[in-house]
């Protein structure tokens, strides 16, 4: 309810603080809530606030490039080996790593359950520069493309072959195929 | 079935007119509760439940709590969600033929609270009326405890969180509605979540579209502190007024002289914090916890008078948006932050004086005592000093406050000719007016004090004309004076003795000149007892008659001490002042977050800088680490804002 009363009534004079909106929902969701409010609040039509949008879906930065006015901003911070130092400070330019397991560790996670973590991280990070490397080569819209994919594949995951009659399937495929328009 | 007794009959006849409060019914010490009430009231403040004969076969279940130590027990209830109706004596219950005369003479409600012990002096407790008609609002909002009264409507669009957003702003302790809103109950539940608040239906007819009462009863006001004229425009604010002002009539019973101005404003005028921006950018409450500490306004608020205190929260919660008036706001700050002597003499001259506004709402009410009194001229007394000072002032705003400062001069000179300094807390035992001011009391204090030494004098002139050595004046209340002379010197007594009493081994007499001085005596002790109340009550209606100009003078005087406020921070943690124009720019640099900075180790806070504006930088997406001060940030920028634009 909030955020939609902010979209109705945020004008240019407003100055909009959203602060990780899409948080709690499903990932997917969360991010395709979080990147439509964005688009909104910079269409100068429509709303053209000043705005301040902290947010953990990196995939957000994309907007700088798409959308005029729109610019990145991230908040320092340093690694040290295995630790991370706060500077606090605000520059400019986004992140796009995670640092989520060295705030576990700041907060007193046992050190097995940080090194599970860390491994399980690198190797996610080896797919994910497998699909940085696809990017490049597909233009602009790349990453809704991806997250389209995804739910698409969590349809699929999600049906029973042995409950699921012709006409079911036929209506899963209408639907995937909604979803890449 | 047996008849009640009358004096049953008669509550139960008041407990039928006041269903939904429990009735604290008057008798002789002590305010009863009878039936369902004392059930009630003896579960939740924990009393023993007696009983009383009523006339019936079955005793009335009955408790009670002694009248000196009623307003903490109403307090309690009042917190616990009821209301309470209080029920006089109306007559001394010695002289009444009869039944004693009774009736309510107050409703106390959450928002009607005056009990000093449930105020909180550095914060309004408002109550609030709402009138809902179709889709559209008119909001009535009164502070009783100091007579402050605002009204609105809301005619926009998205009418129902604009109302939100006007209920955080006030946060009332209670919310009067019509029939249409109370029915409505989508709205209210959204109400009941979001506010810890009592809502009172009150019936339609109440909200009439009437004018001629308010107009001829209140001086009322636009947002410039223009006269209003176009009130066709604001019938629906008259709706909610008419709505508010019945309710206090029905609860307060009395004509309340410091109400009598009502402020106009529109919503639009205001910078519009939408209430999750209130809450999460804790600006007056915490969010945990509702307190002040952690607040913005925890580290804006240096005010040396409740006052202003409570002024400083009402502009916090209402930040301006006309570049004009801001500017004039910031000028006066500037000029109170770069002279410090001025504002120290300030100050110092504000630290004296008291809660001038609910001072008058006291007197307003009739519970004003001596000490309020002396209070409130100690307080008048500093005005010359300010007026004085505020003369030397540069800016407009500053000079605007000296034209309007009245300095009460004839109040206070009244008050300290009739008042003596250090009056006793009871106006009803004397002791109270001082000399000189009013000539019977000064010839009955001279009987009451002088009078010993007559009776002494007496003494000795009839030891000598008598010969009774011993002979001794004394007192008893029976009796009164007498001369007791022992049963050795009987002989001795003259004719003249009227004997009074005889004990074992002495008789006691009176003399015709006895008699007389006694008279002179006694009586005067209760005639000035009663002058005095008389002319403590004048005196306190002629001070009730000038109110308006008490209350201009209170509100520059809060003023100043919030501007005062202002100065003393910025120079304190190092604030400058900003640039505000309608360019559409936000441009901080080395921004701080106020309150997170006062709550870390000095000098950790790191400073950062800020540029939006309405072309190439929008929207910033801001990614970070979890705990790198994302939030922290934001809101900041959040908070500065805020604070360049409270007038
Ligand atoms: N500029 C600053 N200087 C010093 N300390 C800071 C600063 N900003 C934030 N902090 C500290 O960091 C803490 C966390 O900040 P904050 O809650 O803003 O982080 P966040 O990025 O919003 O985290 P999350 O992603 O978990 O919401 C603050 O409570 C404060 O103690
Ligand atoms: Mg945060």
């Known amino acids: ?181 | 079935m047996a008849e009640f007794s009358p004096m049953m009959q008669h509550y139960l006849e008041i407990k039928e007119k006041y269903s939904d409060c429990l009735v604290f019914y008057r008798l002789g010490d002590f305010y009863e509760m009878f039936f369902d009430d004392a059930v009630t009231a003896s579960r939740e403040l924990e009393l023993t439940l007696t009983g009383r004969d009523c006339g019936q076969e079955e005793r009335a279940p009955m408790c009670g709590v002694p009248y000196h130590a009623a307003d903490i027990y109403i307090s309690r209830l009042i917190t616990k969600g009821y209301k309470v109706a209080i029920c006089e004596q109306l007559e001394d219950p010695k002289k009444a033929v009869g039944i004693v005369k009774r009736d309510v003479i107050r409703v106390v409600t959450p928002g009607t609270v005056l009990e000093s012990n449930m105020l909180d002096e550095k914060k309004n407790n408002y109550i609030m009326s709402i009138y809902k008609t179709g889709l559209f609002f008119g909001i009535a909002i009164c502070d009783i405890s100091t007579g402050d009264f605002y009204a609105s409507q809301i005619k926009e669009n998205n009418n129902f969180i604009k109302l939100l957003d006007e209920i955080a702003r006030f946060t009332p302790a209670e919310i009067v509605v019509n029939e249409m809103l109370f029915d409505s109950t989508e709205e209210i539940n959204k109400i009941k979540e979001r506010f810890e608040v009592f809502i009172t239906k009150q019936k339609e007819e109440s909200f009439g579209e009437d004018l001629d009462i308010i107009s001829q009863n209140f001086t009322l006001l636009k947002d410039s502190e223009k006269p209003v004229e176009d009130y066709k425009n604001q019938l629906f604010a008259i709706c909610a007024i008419n709505g508010l002002l019945e309710y206090l009539n029905q609860t307060q019973k009395i004509k309340l002289e410091h109400i009598n101005t009502i402020h106009f404003y529109t919503i639009s005028r205001y910078m519009s914090l939408d209430m999750s921006a209130r809450r999460n950018l804790e600006i007056t409450e915490r969010m945990r916890d509702k307190g002040k500490k952690g607040t913005l306004l925890w580290v804006l608020d240096k005010t040396s008078t409740a006052m202003g205190g409570r002024h400083l929260r009402r502009w916090l919660n209402d930040p301006l948006i006309d570049v004009f008036e801001i500017k004039q706001r910031l000028e006066a700050v500037q000029e109170l932050k770069d002279n410090i002597i001025f504002r120290g003499d300030i100050i110092a001259s504000l630290k004296k004086v008291y809660d001038i506004e609910r001072l008058i709402g006291k007197i307003s009410f009739g519970n004003a005592n001596g000490r309020d009194m002396i209070s409130l001229k100690n307080s008048m007394k500093q005005l010359p000093e300010l007026k004085e000072l505020l003369s030397k002032s540069k800016c407009h705003l500053l000079k605007n406050l000296y034209l309007r400062l009245d300095e009460l001069k004839d109040m206070s000179e009244l008050i300290e000719s009739a008042i003596i300094d250090d009056p006793p807390i009871s106006v009803k035992d004397g002791g109270i007016i001082k000399q000189g001011y009013n000539q019977d009391v000064d010839r009955y204090k001279k009987a009451t004090t002088e009078g010993k030494q007559w009776i002494i004098n007496i003494e000795a002139k009839e030891k000598e004309s008598t010969g009774i050595k011993n002979m001794k004046v004394g007192f008893t209340k029976v009796f009164g004076y007498y001369l007791e002379v022992t049963k050795s010197y009987l002989s001795l007594v003259p004719e003249r003795y009227i004997r009074k009493q005889t004990l074992t081994n002495c008789e006691r007499y009176v003399t015709e000149e006895l008699k007389e001085v006694e008279n002179e005596i006694l009586g005067a002790e209760e005639k000035v007892i009663a002058l005095e109340y008389d002319l403590f009550v004048e005196l306190r209606s002629k001070i009730s008659k000038e109110i308006e100009r008490i209350q201009k003078s209170a509100y520059v005087v809060s003023t100043l001490d919030v501007l005062c406020s202002f100065a003393a921070v910025a120079e304190d943690l190092n604030y400058i002042m900003p640039i505000v124009d309608n360019s559409g720019e936000i441009d901080i640099k080395d921004g701080r977050h106020p309150v997170i900075e006062k709550m870390l180790p000095s000098g950790s806070f790191v400073q950062n800088d800020t540029y939006l504006n309405l072309e190439s930088d929008r929207l910033s997406i801001i990614t970070g680490p979890n705990m790198a001060g994302k939030s922290t940030y934001m809101r900041q920028v959040a908070l500065i804002t805020l604070m360049a634009q409270v007038r």
């Not at chain 1, 995670?98 to 050190?111: E, F, Q, R, T």
């Not at chain 1, 497998?130 to 490049?136: A, C, N, R």
Request: hydrophobic share 40%.
């Open chain 1, 1 to 181: 309810m909030e955020v939609s009363t902010i979209l109705k009534e945020a004008t240019s004079n407003s100055l909009v603080i959203l602060d990780e909106i899409g948080r709690g929902t499903s990932t997917y969701d969360g991010l395709s809530i979080a990147w439509a409010v964005a688009e909104y609040i910079a269409d100068r039509e429509k709303c053209g606030a000043k705005t301040l949008f902290a947010t953990h879906y990196h995939e957000l930065t994309e907007l700088e490039s798409k959308i005029e006015g729109v610019k990145n901003y991230s908040i320092a911070v340093k690694e040290k080996g295995e630790d991370i130092i706060f500077l606090r400070k605000i520059i400019r330019g986004g992140t796009d790593e995670s640092y989520g397991i060295h705030v576990a560790k700041l907060a007193g996670v046992p050190n097995k359950v940080v090194t599970r973590a860390n491994e399980i991280l690198k190797t996610l990070e080896r797919k994910i520069t497998v699909k940085k490397e696809d990017k490049k080569n597909v233009a602009g819209q790349l990453d809704m493309y991806n997250y389209k994919l995804a739910e698409i594949a969590h349809t699929i995951d999600k049906v029973d072959i042995n409950e699921l009659t012709p006409i079911d399937a036929l209506n899963v495929l209408v639907k995937i195929k909604e979803k890449l328009k």
